[in-house]
Protein backbone atom coordinates (compact mmCIF):
# COMPACT_ATOMS: atom_id res chain seq x y z
CA UNK A 1 0.00 0.00 0.00
CA UNK A 2 2.55 2.95 1.01
CA UNK A 3 4.51 1.52 -2.77
CA UNK A 4 1.14 2.43 -4.47
CA UNK A 5 0.57 5.52 -2.46
CA UNK A 6 4.44 6.56 -3.43
CA UNK A 7 3.85 5.73 -7.26
CA UNK A 8 1.00 7.82 -7.54
CA UNK A 9 3.11 10.69 -6.04
CA UNK A 10 6.04 10.27 -8.54
CA UNK A 11 3.05 10.03 -11.41
CA UNK A 12 1.17 13.46 -9.99
CA UNK A 13 4.24 15.46 -9.76
CA UNK A 14 5.86 14.14 -13.44
CA UNK A 15 2.12 15.42 -14.46
CA UNK A 16 2.49 18.68 -13.21
CA UNK A 17 5.86 19.33 -14.59
CA UNK A 18 4.93 18.16 -18.10
CA UNK A 19 2.48 20.69 -17.52
CA UNK A 20 4.44 23.79 -16.09
CA UNK A 21 6.89 23.18 -19.24
CA UNK A 22 3.87 23.47 -21.28
CA UNK A 23 2.39 26.17 -20.18
CA UNK A 24 6.10 28.11 -20.60
CA UNK A 25 6.36 27.06 -23.83
CA UNK A 26 2.83 28.49 -25.14
CA UNK A 27 3.31 31.34 -22.49
CA UNK A 28 6.85 31.93 -24.77
CA UNK A 29 5.17 31.54 -28.41
CA UNK A 30 2.62 33.85 -27.17
CA UNK A 31 5.18 36.34 -26.30
CA UNK A 32 6.69 35.52 -29.21
CA UNK A 33 3.87 36.44 -31.38
CA UNK A 34 2.46 39.56 -29.07
CA UNK A 35 6.27 40.81 -30.17
CA UNK A 36 5.91 40.07 -33.94
CA UNK A 37 2.58 42.35 -33.43
CA UNK A 38 3.65 45.06 -32.04
CA UNK A 39 6.87 45.50 -34.61
CA UNK A 40 4.50 45.07 -37.24
CA UNK A 41 2.09 47.79 -35.64
CA UNK A 42 4.95 50.45 -35.07
CA UNK A 43 6.14 50.37 -38.64
CA UNK A 44 2.41 50.14 -39.86
CA UNK A 45 2.89 46.94 -42.09
CA UNK A 46 0.33 43.78 -41.63
CA UNK A 47 2.24 41.02 -39.74
CA UNK A 48 1.66 39.03 -43.27
CA UNK A 49 3.81 41.38 -45.59
CA UNK A 50 6.91 39.53 -47.21
CA UNK A 51 9.97 40.54 -46.19
CA UNK A 52 11.22 41.66 -49.66
CA UNK A 53 7.55 44.09 -49.98
CA UNK A 54 9.20 45.49 -46.55
CA UNK A 55 12.30 46.60 -48.10
CA UNK A 56 10.41 48.06 -50.51
CA UNK A 57 8.40 50.44 -48.34
CA UNK A 58 11.31 51.05 -45.49
CA UNK A 59 12.84 54.37 -46.58
CA UNK A 60 16.64 53.55 -44.48
CA UNK A 61 16.77 50.23 -46.78
CA UNK A 62 15.36 50.78 -49.86
CA UNK A 63 16.31 54.12 -51.87
CA UNK A 64 15.89 54.43 -55.87
CA UNK A 65 18.64 55.06 -57.80
CA UNK A 66 19.87 58.98 -57.70
CA UNK A 67 21.16 58.63 -61.23
CA UNK A 68 20.80 56.81 -64.74
CA UNK A 69 23.32 54.60 -65.96
CA UNK A 70 26.66 55.97 -66.72
CA UNK A 71 26.74 58.56 -64.27
CA UNK A 72 29.01 59.00 -61.22
CA UNK A 73 27.13 59.35 -58.05
CA UNK A 74 28.66 60.31 -54.32
CA UNK A 75 26.83 58.47 -51.86
CA UNK A 76 26.40 60.09 -48.64
CA UNK A 77 29.05 58.34 -45.69
CA UNK A 78 27.09 58.66 -42.92
CA UNK A 79 24.69 55.67 -43.84
CA UNK A 80 26.27 52.38 -45.43
CA UNK A 81 24.36 50.44 -47.22
CA UNK A 82 27.27 47.93 -47.07
CA UNK A 83 26.22 46.90 -43.81
CA UNK A 84 23.08 45.04 -44.96
CA UNK A 85 23.18 42.59 -42.29
CA UNK A 86 20.79 44.92 -40.09
CA UNK A 87 18.57 44.59 -42.22
CA UNK A 88 18.71 40.63 -43.08
CA UNK A 89 17.54 39.39 -39.87
CA UNK A 90 16.82 35.95 -41.37
CA UNK A 91 14.12 34.79 -39.16
CA UNK A 92 10.95 32.58 -40.51
CA UNK A 93 9.09 35.49 -41.99
CA UNK A 94 11.62 36.85 -44.13
CA UNK A 95 11.28 33.64 -46.67
CA UNK A 96 9.46 35.50 -49.38
CA UNK A 97 7.07 33.83 -51.98
CA UNK A 98 8.56 32.77 -54.98
CA UNK A 99 6.63 33.07 -58.04
CA UNK A 100 7.03 33.73 -61.80
CA UNK A 101 6.98 37.65 -62.64
CA UNK A 102 7.49 38.67 -58.83
CA UNK A 103 10.54 40.73 -57.90
CA UNK A 104 12.62 38.53 -55.88
CA UNK A 105 13.73 40.28 -52.40
CA UNK A 106 17.47 40.69 -53.86
CA UNK A 107 16.63 42.53 -57.03
CA UNK A 108 16.18 46.42 -55.58
CA UNK A 109 19.23 45.57 -53.24
CA UNK A 110 21.52 44.83 -56.03
CA UNK A 111 21.50 48.46 -56.66
CA UNK A 112 22.60 49.49 -53.10
CA UNK A 113 26.25 50.53 -53.35
CA UNK A 114 28.78 48.40 -51.30
CA UNK A 115 31.62 50.88 -50.84
CA UNK A 116 29.63 54.22 -50.63
CA UNK A 117 32.63 56.44 -49.61
CA UNK A 118 33.90 55.99 -53.37
CA UNK A 119 30.72 56.80 -55.21
CA UNK A 120 28.81 54.82 -57.67
CA UNK A 121 28.66 54.33 -61.48
CA UNK A 122 25.44 53.13 -62.92
CA UNK A 123 25.98 50.68 -65.55
CA UNK A 124 23.90 48.29 -68.14
CA UNK A 125 25.06 46.55 -70.97
CA UNK A 126 23.57 49.05 -73.74
CA UNK A 127 25.98 51.79 -71.98
CA UNK A 128 28.90 49.60 -71.55
CA UNK A 129 28.85 48.55 -75.65
CA UNK A 130 28.49 52.24 -75.96
CA UNK A 131 31.41 53.05 -73.70
CA UNK A 132 33.27 50.03 -75.31
CA UNK A 133 33.43 51.11 -78.53
CA UNK A 134 34.35 54.41 -77.72
CA UNK A 135 37.17 53.58 -75.52
CA UNK A 136 38.62 49.97 -75.64
CA UNK A 137 41.84 49.68 -76.95
CA UNK A 138 40.98 46.19 -77.79
CA UNK A 139 38.73 47.58 -80.48
CA UNK A 140 40.55 50.46 -81.80
CA UNK A 141 43.58 47.52 -82.60
CA UNK A 142 41.17 45.19 -84.11
CA UNK A 143 39.70 48.63 -86.25
CA UNK A 144 43.25 49.32 -87.46
CA UNK A 145 43.42 46.31 -89.74
CA UNK A 146 40.74 47.50 -91.82
CA UNK A 147 42.39 50.74 -91.63
CA UNK A 148 45.50 48.55 -92.85
CA UNK A 149 43.65 46.85 -95.54
CA UNK A 150 41.55 49.59 -97.43
CA UNK A 151 45.07 51.09 -97.80
CA UNK A 152 46.06 48.17 -100.33
CA UNK A 153 42.85 49.47 -101.99
CA UNK A 154 44.79 52.46 -102.74
CA UNK A 155 47.84 50.95 -103.54
CA UNK A 156 46.58 48.88 -106.28
CA UNK A 157 43.95 51.85 -107.94
CA UNK A 158 47.53 54.08 -108.45
CA UNK A 159 48.80 51.47 -110.85
CA UNK A 160 47.18 54.35 -112.63
CA UNK A 161 48.66 57.42 -111.69
CA UNK A 162 50.74 59.80 -113.98
CA UNK A 163 54.64 58.59 -113.43
CA UNK A 164 57.16 61.24 -113.97
CA UNK A 165 60.76 60.73 -115.14
CA UNK A 166 64.08 62.51 -115.47
CA UNK A 167 67.93 61.27 -116.09
CA UNK A 168 70.79 63.49 -116.65
CA UNK A 169 74.25 61.86 -117.20
CA UNK A 170 77.87 63.26 -118.94
CA UNK A 171 80.11 61.05 -120.35
CA UNK A 172 83.94 61.50 -120.91
CA UNK A 173 85.24 59.05 -123.71
CA UNK A 174 88.93 58.62 -124.16
CA UNK A 175 89.76 55.36 -126.31
CA UNK A 176 92.05 54.09 -128.68
CA UNK A 177 91.24 54.08 -132.56
CA UNK A 178 92.05 51.61 -134.23
CA UNK A 179 90.37 51.97 -137.54
CA UNK A 180 91.31 55.39 -139.32
CA UNK A 181 87.44 55.97 -140.59
CA UNK A 182 86.88 56.48 -136.84
CA UNK A 183 88.07 59.65 -136.43
CA UNK A 184 90.00 60.41 -140.22
CA UNK A 185 93.58 60.40 -138.38
CA UNK A 186 94.15 61.12 -134.86
CA UNK A 187 95.05 57.74 -132.80
CA UNK A 188 92.52 57.95 -130.01
CA UNK A 189 88.89 59.44 -129.90
CA UNK A 190 88.37 61.96 -127.44
CA UNK A 191 84.75 63.16 -126.67
CA UNK A 192 82.34 64.85 -124.11
CA UNK A 193 78.91 63.93 -124.15
CA UNK A 194 76.25 65.53 -121.88
CA UNK A 195 72.51 64.47 -122.25
CA UNK A 196 69.51 64.96 -120.49
CA UNK A 197 65.98 63.31 -120.52
CA UNK A 198 62.74 64.10 -118.66
CA UNK A 199 58.91 62.92 -119.64
CA UNK A 200 55.68 61.49 -118.17
CA UNK A 201 54.48 57.71 -118.49
CA UNK A 202 50.68 56.55 -117.56
CA UNK A 203 49.00 53.49 -117.82
CA UNK A 204 45.14 53.42 -119.01
CA UNK A 205 42.49 51.22 -117.61
CA UNK A 206 42.99 48.99 -120.77
CA UNK A 207 46.71 48.18 -120.39
CA UNK A 208 47.90 50.66 -122.60
CA UNK A 209 51.18 52.40 -121.46
CA UNK A 210 51.88 56.18 -122.64
CA UNK A 211 55.01 57.88 -122.81
CA UNK A 212 55.53 61.46 -124.00
CA UNK A 213 59.84 62.33 -123.50
CA UNK A 214 61.91 65.01 -124.41
CA UNK A 215 65.45 64.49 -125.29
CA UNK A 216 68.46 67.05 -124.82
CA UNK A 217 71.91 67.12 -125.43
CA UNK A 218 75.29 68.72 -125.94
CA UNK A 219 78.59 66.71 -127.65
CA UNK A 220 81.70 67.49 -129.00
CA UNK A 221 84.48 65.23 -130.89
CA UNK A 222 88.08 65.29 -131.98
CA UNK A 223 87.18 63.09 -134.74
CA UNK A 224 87.34 64.91 -138.38
CA UNK A 225 83.82 62.89 -139.24
CA UNK A 226 82.05 65.40 -136.34
CA UNK A 227 80.45 68.07 -138.44
CA UNK A 228 79.74 70.46 -137.10
CA UNK A 229 81.47 70.45 -133.39
CA UNK A 230 79.98 71.63 -130.21
CA UNK A 231 76.31 69.73 -131.00
CA UNK A 232 73.43 70.93 -129.59
CA UNK A 233 70.36 68.14 -129.77
CA UNK A 234 66.58 67.87 -129.22
CA UNK A 235 64.39 64.99 -129.30
CA UNK A 236 60.69 64.82 -128.28
CA UNK A 237 59.63 61.12 -128.29
CA UNK A 238 55.87 59.79 -128.38
CA UNK A 239 55.88 55.96 -127.27
CA UNK A 240 52.10 54.11 -127.11
CA UNK A 241 52.14 50.16 -126.07
CA UNK A 242 49.21 48.37 -126.09
CA UNK A 243 48.60 44.48 -125.03
CA UNK A 244 45.99 42.90 -127.65
CA UNK A 245 46.10 39.81 -125.62
CA UNK A 246 47.59 38.54 -122.35
CA UNK A 247 46.87 41.48 -119.73
CA UNK A 248 44.58 43.51 -122.34
CA UNK A 249 41.06 44.64 -121.38
CA UNK A 250 39.62 47.10 -118.65
CA UNK A 251 38.18 43.84 -116.30
CA UNK A 252 41.70 42.13 -116.07
CA UNK A 253 43.63 45.78 -115.48
CA UNK A 254 40.91 46.67 -112.61
CA UNK A 255 40.87 43.04 -110.92
CA UNK A 256 43.34 43.94 -108.88
CA UNK A 257 42.02 47.04 -107.71
CA UNK A 258 38.83 45.03 -107.40
CA UNK A 259 40.60 42.40 -105.25
CA UNK A 260 42.34 45.29 -102.95
CA UNK A 261 38.28 46.14 -102.03
CA UNK A 262 37.37 42.31 -101.41
CA UNK A 263 40.14 42.27 -99.16
CA UNK A 264 38.69 45.06 -97.60
CA UNK A 265 35.34 43.90 -97.34
CA UNK A 266 36.76 40.88 -96.00
CA UNK A 267 38.84 42.66 -93.50
CA UNK A 268 35.70 44.13 -92.52
CA UNK A 269 33.16 41.52 -92.00
CA UNK A 270 36.11 39.93 -89.49
CA UNK A 271 36.32 42.69 -87.78
CA UNK A 272 32.54 43.13 -87.44
CA UNK A 273 32.78 39.24 -86.09
CA UNK A 274 35.60 39.78 -83.81
CA UNK A 275 34.20 42.84 -82.41
CA UNK A 276 30.54 41.45 -82.01
CA UNK A 277 32.74 38.44 -79.84
CA UNK A 278 33.95 41.41 -78.12
CA UNK A 279 30.87 43.08 -77.23
CA UNK A 280 29.52 39.13 -76.10
CA UNK A 281 32.35 38.96 -73.60
CA UNK A 282 31.68 42.91 -71.91
CA UNK A 283 27.92 41.88 -71.57
CA UNK A 284 29.00 38.31 -70.08
CA UNK A 285 30.80 40.20 -67.16
CA UNK A 286 28.22 42.80 -67.08
CA UNK A 287 25.74 39.63 -66.33
CA UNK A 288 29.17 37.99 -63.67
CA UNK A 289 29.23 41.32 -62.14
CA UNK A 290 25.31 40.94 -61.31
CA UNK A 291 25.71 37.31 -60.57
CA UNK A 292 28.35 38.32 -57.71
CA UNK A 293 26.42 41.39 -55.80
CA UNK A 294 23.39 38.74 -56.12
CA UNK A 295 25.25 36.07 -54.19
CA UNK A 296 26.74 38.31 -52.27
CA UNK A 297 23.61 39.56 -50.81
CA UNK A 298 21.89 35.97 -50.87
CA UNK A 299 24.94 35.13 -48.76
CA UNK A 300 24.69 37.70 -46.28
CA UNK A 301 21.03 36.74 -45.17
CA UNK A 302 22.09 33.56 -44.91
CA UNK A 303 24.72 34.64 -42.19
CA UNK A 304 21.90 36.40 -41.06
CA UNK A 305 19.45 33.66 -40.71
CA UNK A 306 22.47 31.85 -38.80
CA UNK A 307 23.32 34.81 -36.20
CA UNK A 308 19.71 34.66 -35.15
CA UNK A 309 19.37 31.15 -34.47
CA UNK A 310 22.77 31.61 -32.11
CA UNK A 311 21.44 34.40 -30.56
CA UNK A 312 18.37 32.71 -29.59
CA UNK A 313 20.46 29.80 -28.32
CA UNK A 314 22.41 31.61 -26.21
CA UNK A 315 19.38 33.81 -24.38
CA UNK A 316 18.16 30.26 -24.24
CA UNK A 317 21.69 29.00 -22.64
CA UNK A 318 20.16 29.45 -19.12
CA UNK A 319 17.04 27.70 -19.70
CA UNK A 320 17.35 24.72 -22.01
CA UNK A 321 19.64 25.29 -24.56
CA UNK A 322 22.82 22.87 -24.34
CA UNK A 323 26.45 23.99 -25.24
CA UNK A 324 26.30 21.52 -27.93
CA UNK A 325 23.67 23.23 -29.49
CA UNK A 326 25.29 26.90 -29.61
CA UNK A 327 28.39 25.39 -30.87
CA UNK A 328 26.99 24.11 -33.18
CA UNK A 329 25.41 27.52 -34.34
CA UNK A 330 28.90 29.12 -33.76
CA UNK A 331 30.18 27.13 -36.22
CA UNK A 332 27.38 27.77 -39.18
CA UNK A 333 28.20 31.53 -38.21
CA UNK A 334 31.97 31.20 -38.96
CA UNK A 335 31.53 29.37 -41.64
CA UNK A 336 29.11 31.73 -43.86
CA UNK A 337 30.91 35.02 -42.64
CA UNK A 338 34.35 33.62 -44.53
CA UNK A 339 31.82 32.54 -47.52
CA UNK A 340 31.32 36.57 -47.24
CA UNK A 341 35.08 37.25 -47.81
CA UNK A 342 35.53 35.51 -51.16
CA UNK A 343 32.31 36.76 -52.32
CA UNK A 344 33.20 40.47 -51.51
CA UNK A 345 36.25 39.70 -53.53
CA UNK A 346 34.25 38.00 -56.95
CA UNK A 347 32.41 41.32 -56.88
CA UNK A 348 35.37 43.48 -57.26
CA UNK A 349 36.94 41.01 -59.70
CA UNK A 350 34.16 41.24 -62.16
CA UNK A 351 34.15 45.07 -61.70
CA UNK A 352 38.06 45.10 -62.37
CA UNK A 353 37.36 43.02 -65.40
CA UNK A 354 34.84 45.87 -66.43
CA UNK A 355 37.24 48.26 -66.55
CA UNK A 356 39.63 46.20 -68.72
CA UNK A 357 37.65 45.75 -71.55
CA UNK A 358 36.00 48.79 -71.25
CA UNK A 359 38.92 51.53 -70.78
CA UNK A 360 37.01 54.19 -69.79
CA UNK A 361 38.01 57.32 -68.14
CA UNK A 362 35.35 57.64 -66.13
CA UNK A 363 35.74 54.21 -64.73
CA UNK A 364 39.10 54.77 -63.74
CA UNK A 365 38.44 57.49 -61.90
CA UNK A 366 40.84 58.76 -59.35
CA UNK A 367 38.22 57.21 -56.56
CA UNK A 368 38.10 54.21 -58.30
CA UNK A 369 33.88 54.49 -58.64
CA UNK A 370 31.87 51.38 -57.71
CA UNK A 371 30.06 49.79 -60.79
CA UNK A 372 26.72 48.73 -60.26
CA UNK A 373 24.19 46.90 -62.77
CA UNK A 374 20.70 48.76 -62.80
CA UNK A 375 18.93 46.07 -65.38
CA UNK A 376 17.87 42.87 -64.30
CA UNK A 377 17.40 39.84 -66.57
CA UNK A 378 15.41 39.11 -69.04
CA UNK A 379 12.19 36.73 -67.71
CA UNK A 380 9.79 36.09 -69.41
CA UNK A 381 9.95 33.43 -72.19
CA UNK A 382 11.61 34.15 -75.49
CA UNK A 383 9.32 32.08 -78.08
CA UNK A 384 12.31 32.03 -81.09
CA UNK A 385 11.57 29.57 -84.17
CA UNK A 386 14.59 27.91 -85.38
CA UNK A 387 13.79 28.90 -89.54
CA UNK A 388 13.37 32.36 -88.72
CA UNK A 389 16.82 32.72 -86.61
CA UNK A 390 18.07 30.39 -90.00
CA UNK A 391 16.89 33.57 -91.96
CA UNK A 392 18.15 36.36 -90.21
CA UNK A 393 21.44 34.18 -89.61
CA UNK A 394 22.06 34.17 -92.90
CA UNK A 395 21.59 37.44 -93.82
CA UNK A 396 23.21 39.05 -90.54
CA UNK A 397 26.04 36.67 -89.68
CA UNK A 398 29.29 38.73 -90.89
CA UNK A 399 31.17 34.90 -91.52
CA UNK A 400 28.76 34.61 -94.53
CA UNK A 401 29.60 37.27 -95.95
CA UNK A 402 33.28 36.91 -95.41
CA UNK A 403 33.31 33.92 -97.41
CA UNK A 404 31.19 35.25 -100.11
CA UNK A 405 33.96 37.36 -100.91
CA UNK A 406 36.37 34.80 -100.44
CA UNK A 407 34.89 32.83 -103.35
CA UNK A 408 34.70 36.47 -105.54
CA UNK A 409 37.97 36.86 -105.33
CA UNK A 410 39.04 33.33 -105.88
CA UNK A 411 36.73 33.95 -109.19
CA UNK A 412 38.71 37.30 -109.75
CA UNK A 413 42.01 35.31 -109.31
CA UNK A 414 41.05 32.45 -111.59
CA UNK A 415 40.06 35.10 -114.41
CA UNK A 416 43.21 36.42 -114.46
CA UNK A 417 44.64 33.15 -114.68
CA UNK A 418 42.67 32.24 -117.46
CA UNK A 419 43.80 35.33 -118.70
CA UNK A 420 47.62 34.33 -118.16
CA UNK A 421 46.79 31.71 -120.90
CA UNK A 422 46.87 34.07 -123.79
CA UNK A 423 49.83 34.85 -125.35
CA UNK A 424 51.34 38.21 -125.31
CA UNK A 425 50.90 40.17 -127.84
CA UNK A 426 51.44 44.10 -128.24
CA UNK A 427 50.85 46.98 -130.68
CA UNK A 428 54.06 49.41 -129.94
CA UNK A 429 53.69 52.72 -132.27
CA UNK A 430 56.48 55.30 -131.73
CA UNK A 431 56.59 59.13 -133.74
CA UNK A 432 59.44 61.70 -132.64
CA UNK A 433 60.50 65.24 -133.77
CA UNK A 434 64.29 65.91 -133.80
CA UNK A 435 66.54 69.49 -133.85
CA UNK A 436 70.17 69.44 -134.18
CA UNK A 437 72.48 72.48 -133.89
CA UNK A 438 76.13 73.67 -133.70
CA UNK A 439 77.89 76.04 -131.69
CA UNK A 440 76.23 74.81 -128.66
CA UNK A 441 72.96 75.86 -129.81
CA UNK A 442 70.65 73.63 -127.72
CA UNK A 443 68.14 76.14 -127.24
CA UNK A 444 67.84 76.68 -130.83
CA UNK A 445 67.79 72.91 -131.95
CA UNK A 446 64.48 72.45 -129.51
CA UNK A 447 63.10 74.94 -131.26
CA UNK A 448 64.15 73.77 -134.95
CA UNK A 449 62.45 70.45 -134.03
CA UNK A 450 59.11 71.70 -133.97
CA UNK A 451 59.54 74.30 -137.29
CA UNK A 452 61.76 72.17 -139.45
CA UNK A 453 61.54 69.00 -141.48
CA UNK A 454 58.53 66.20 -140.41
CA UNK A 455 57.85 64.04 -137.55
CA UNK A 456 59.55 60.35 -138.08
CA UNK A 457 56.83 57.11 -136.79
CA UNK A 458 57.09 53.41 -136.23
CA UNK A 459 54.55 51.38 -135.84
CA UNK A 460 54.65 47.44 -134.94
CA UNK A 461 53.99 44.16 -132.85
CA UNK A 462 55.70 42.81 -130.25
CA UNK A 463 54.54 38.70 -129.66
CA UNK A 464 55.80 36.46 -126.61
CA UNK A 465 54.61 33.19 -125.86
CA UNK A 466 56.75 30.75 -124.10
CA UNK A 467 56.90 26.93 -125.83
CA UNK A 468 53.89 24.40 -123.57
CA UNK A 469 53.42 27.44 -121.16
CA UNK A 470 53.50 25.05 -118.46
CA UNK A 471 53.57 27.87 -115.81
CA UNK A 472 50.82 29.77 -116.68
CA UNK A 473 48.48 26.55 -116.91
CA UNK A 474 49.82 25.37 -113.38
CA UNK A 475 48.76 28.33 -112.09
CA UNK A 476 44.86 28.37 -113.60
CA UNK A 477 44.77 24.98 -112.17
CA UNK A 478 45.74 26.29 -108.96
CA UNK A 479 43.08 28.97 -109.07
CA UNK A 480 40.56 26.35 -109.66
CA UNK A 481 41.57 24.03 -106.61
CA UNK A 482 41.45 27.42 -104.72
CA UNK A 483 37.99 28.11 -105.69
CA UNK A 484 37.00 24.67 -105.10
CA UNK A 485 38.24 24.82 -101.65
CA UNK A 486 36.62 28.29 -100.81
CA UNK A 487 33.03 26.50 -101.72
CA UNK A 488 33.71 23.64 -99.84
CA UNK A 489 34.58 26.17 -96.64
CA UNK A 490 31.73 27.86 -97.23
CA UNK A 491 29.58 24.94 -97.04
CA UNK A 492 31.26 24.16 -94.00
CA UNK A 493 30.59 27.48 -92.61
CA UNK A 494 26.86 26.83 -93.38
CA UNK A 495 26.64 23.78 -91.45
CA UNK A 496 28.57 25.33 -88.60
CA UNK A 497 26.84 28.75 -88.87
CA UNK A 498 23.41 26.23 -88.30
CA UNK A 499 24.64 24.79 -85.39
CA UNK A 500 25.48 27.48 -83.68
CA UNK A 501 22.09 29.03 -84.39
CA UNK A 502 19.94 25.29 -83.66
CA UNK A 503 22.21 25.14 -80.36
CA UNK A 504 21.60 29.11 -79.34
CA UNK A 505 17.44 28.38 -79.81
CA UNK A 506 18.01 25.23 -77.85
CA UNK A 507 19.73 27.07 -75.09
CA UNK A 508 17.07 30.40 -74.88
CA UNK A 509 14.23 27.73 -74.05
CA UNK A 510 16.30 25.14 -71.91
CA UNK A 511 17.75 28.20 -70.14
CA UNK A 512 14.13 29.58 -69.38
CA UNK A 513 12.78 25.95 -68.51
CA UNK A 514 15.67 25.54 -66.03
CA UNK A 515 14.97 29.23 -64.47
CA UNK A 516 11.50 28.38 -63.64
CA UNK A 517 12.44 24.92 -62.69
CA UNK A 518 15.08 26.20 -60.32
CA UNK A 519 12.37 28.70 -58.79
CA UNK A 520 10.08 26.20 -57.96
CA UNK A 521 12.63 24.34 -56.40
CA UNK A 522 13.12 27.54 -53.86
CA UNK A 523 10.06 27.17 -53.21
CA UNK A 524 9.81 24.33 -52.02
CA UNK A 525 12.62 24.53 -49.69
CA UNK A 526 10.87 28.00 -48.80
CA UNK A 527 8.43 25.24 -46.99
CA UNK A 528 10.83 22.88 -46.17
CA UNK A 529 12.58 25.73 -43.72
CA UNK A 530 9.27 27.36 -42.38
CA UNK A 531 8.32 23.68 -40.99
CA UNK A 532 11.81 22.99 -39.53
CA UNK A 533 12.05 26.41 -37.88
CA UNK A 534 8.59 26.36 -36.18
CA UNK A 535 9.42 22.72 -35.15
CA UNK A 536 12.57 23.49 -33.36
CA UNK A 537 10.96 26.37 -31.63
CA UNK A 538 8.48 24.20 -30.09
CA UNK A 539 10.79 21.39 -29.23
CA UNK A 540 12.55 22.15 -25.66
CA UNK A 541 16.22 22.44 -26.21
CA UNK A 542 17.72 19.76 -23.96
CA UNK A 543 15.60 17.11 -26.03
CA UNK A 544 18.31 15.23 -28.40
CA UNK A 545 15.47 15.82 -30.90
CA UNK A 546 16.06 19.52 -30.73
CA UNK A 547 19.82 18.81 -31.16
CA UNK A 548 18.89 16.72 -34.39
CA UNK A 549 16.15 19.16 -35.93
CA UNK A 550 18.97 22.31 -35.27
CA UNK A 551 20.83 19.99 -37.88
CA UNK A 552 17.98 20.14 -40.22
CA UNK A 553 17.64 23.68 -39.99
CA UNK A 554 21.17 24.28 -40.65
CA UNK A 555 21.33 21.77 -43.18
CA UNK A 556 17.24 23.02 -44.77
CA UNK A 557 19.03 27.09 -44.91
CA UNK A 558 22.72 25.68 -46.78
CA UNK A 559 20.19 23.91 -48.81
CA UNK A 560 17.88 27.43 -49.58
CA UNK A 561 21.25 29.40 -50.12
CA UNK A 562 22.92 26.90 -52.89
CA UNK A 563 18.98 26.84 -54.96
CA UNK A 564 19.05 30.82 -54.59
CA UNK A 565 22.43 30.83 -55.78
CA UNK A 566 20.96 28.44 -58.52
CA UNK A 567 18.22 30.48 -59.48
CA UNK A 568 20.82 33.40 -59.92
CA UNK A 569 22.69 31.60 -62.13
CA UNK A 570 19.97 30.35 -64.34
CA UNK A 571 18.51 33.99 -64.74
CA UNK A 572 22.15 35.28 -65.49
CA UNK A 573 22.38 32.15 -67.94
CA UNK A 574 18.90 32.54 -69.73
CA UNK A 575 20.19 36.30 -70.59
CA UNK A 576 23.60 34.85 -71.63
CA UNK A 577 21.55 32.57 -73.80
CA UNK A 578 19.98 35.50 -75.44
CA UNK A 579 22.70 37.22 -75.87
CA UNK A 580 24.59 34.60 -77.42
CA UNK A 581 21.66 33.57 -80.19
CA UNK A 582 22.27 37.57 -81.27
CA UNK A 583 25.77 36.93 -81.86
CA UNK A 584 24.86 33.37 -83.46
CA UNK A 585 22.12 35.55 -85.67
CA UNK A 586 24.53 38.16 -86.42
CA UNK A 587 22.25 40.86 -85.15
CA UNK A 588 24.28 41.99 -81.90
CA UNK A 589 25.89 44.16 -83.76
CA UNK A 590 24.77 45.06 -87.48
CA UNK A 591 26.81 47.48 -89.37
CA UNK A 592 27.20 48.13 -93.12
CA UNK A 593 29.61 50.31 -95.00
CA UNK A 594 28.56 51.71 -98.56
CA UNK A 595 31.80 53.23 -100.59
CA UNK A 596 31.67 55.83 -102.14
CA UNK A 597 33.78 58.20 -104.82
CA UNK A 598 36.62 59.93 -102.15
CA UNK A 599 35.64 59.35 -98.50
CA UNK A 600 33.86 55.87 -97.95
CA UNK A 601 31.93 56.35 -94.88
CA UNK A 602 32.02 54.53 -91.70
CA UNK A 603 29.66 51.83 -90.67
CA UNK A 604 26.26 52.42 -90.26
CA UNK A 605 23.92 50.60 -87.89
CA UNK A 606 21.14 49.14 -89.61
CA UNK A 607 17.76 47.80 -88.28
CA UNK A 608 18.09 43.90 -86.96
CA UNK A 609 15.78 41.39 -85.15
CA UNK A 610 16.50 42.32 -81.80
CA UNK A 611 16.13 39.82 -78.88
CA UNK A 612 15.67 41.26 -75.26
CA UNK A 613 18.01 40.82 -73.02
CA UNK A 614 17.56 42.34 -69.66
CA UNK A 615 15.54 44.42 -68.63
CA UNK A 616 15.00 47.65 -66.84
CA UNK A 617 15.23 48.36 -62.95
CA UNK A 618 13.46 51.42 -62.48
CA UNK A 619 12.48 53.39 -65.52
CA UNK A 620 13.43 53.59 -69.09
CA UNK A 621 13.90 51.72 -72.37
CA UNK A 622 15.46 48.37 -72.59
CA UNK A 623 18.83 48.46 -73.56
CA UNK A 624 19.12 45.23 -75.33
CA UNK A 625 16.18 46.52 -77.98
CA UNK A 626 18.47 49.31 -79.05
CA UNK A 627 20.94 48.88 -81.65
CA UNK A 628 24.75 48.94 -81.29
CA UNK A 629 26.54 51.10 -82.93
CA UNK A 630 30.37 50.86 -84.19
CA UNK A 631 33.32 53.10 -84.33
CA UNK A 632 33.45 54.42 -87.98
CA UNK A 633 36.07 53.78 -90.57
CA UNK A 634 36.95 55.38 -93.54
CA UNK A 635 38.54 54.40 -96.96
CA UNK A 636 40.56 57.65 -97.70
CA UNK A 637 41.03 58.54 -101.66
CA UNK A 638 39.67 55.16 -102.56
CA UNK A 639 37.29 55.48 -105.79
CA UNK A 640 35.39 52.40 -106.51
CA UNK A 641 32.45 53.65 -108.58
CA UNK A 642 34.12 52.06 -111.50
CA UNK A 643 34.91 48.54 -110.13
CA UNK A 644 32.69 45.83 -111.84
CA UNK A 645 29.87 45.22 -109.27
CA UNK A 646 30.87 41.07 -110.62
CA UNK A 647 32.90 39.22 -112.01
CA UNK A 648 33.02 35.96 -112.98
Known amino acids: MPLQVATSLQSIHMIESVRQILLVLVAAAVCCRMARDSCAQEFGYPRSLQFGQLLHRLPAVRRQPRATAGRFVQYPAERSPSDLESVLPGSRDDLPEYAAGRTLWWQPMVQEPLRPEAGVLFVNPHSLVLSALQHSFQIQAIQQTVHIRAEEIIKADAEFDS ?100 GTEIARADYTAQLQDYLLQ ?16 QKQRHLGRAREILAQLENRLSIDAVKSQVARARSAVASRNAELVRSRTAVRNAESRLRALINSPEFSAPAMPELIPNEYPFDQLLDVKLQDALQVALTHRPEIDEAVKRIRSAAVRQDNSRNALLPSLSLVVESYVRGLRGKSGVGRAWQQQFNTGAPSYSAGLLFDVPIYNRAAQARHRQRQLEQQQLTLEFQSTLETLTTEVEIAVREVDTSYREMQAKLNAISAIVIDVRYLRERWELLPGDDRSASLVLEDILGAQERLMDEEVSFVRAQVDYARSIASLKRATGTLLDVRSVPNAGTAPGPQPVPATSFPTSLPAATGENSATRPFAAPPFTSRNVSLNRLPPVLP
Do not use: C
Not at 204 to 221: I, V
Not at 226 to 254: H, I, K, S
Not at 282 to 297: I, S
Open 163 to 262: HAFMESKFVDTSDPVGNVLVTGGPPRLNEHDWTYEAGIRKKNRLGGTLELTQRLGHKNSNSLFFVPQDQGTAQLTLNFTQPLLNGAGRRYNESFTFLAYL
Open 282 to 297: VTDVYWQLYFERAVLL
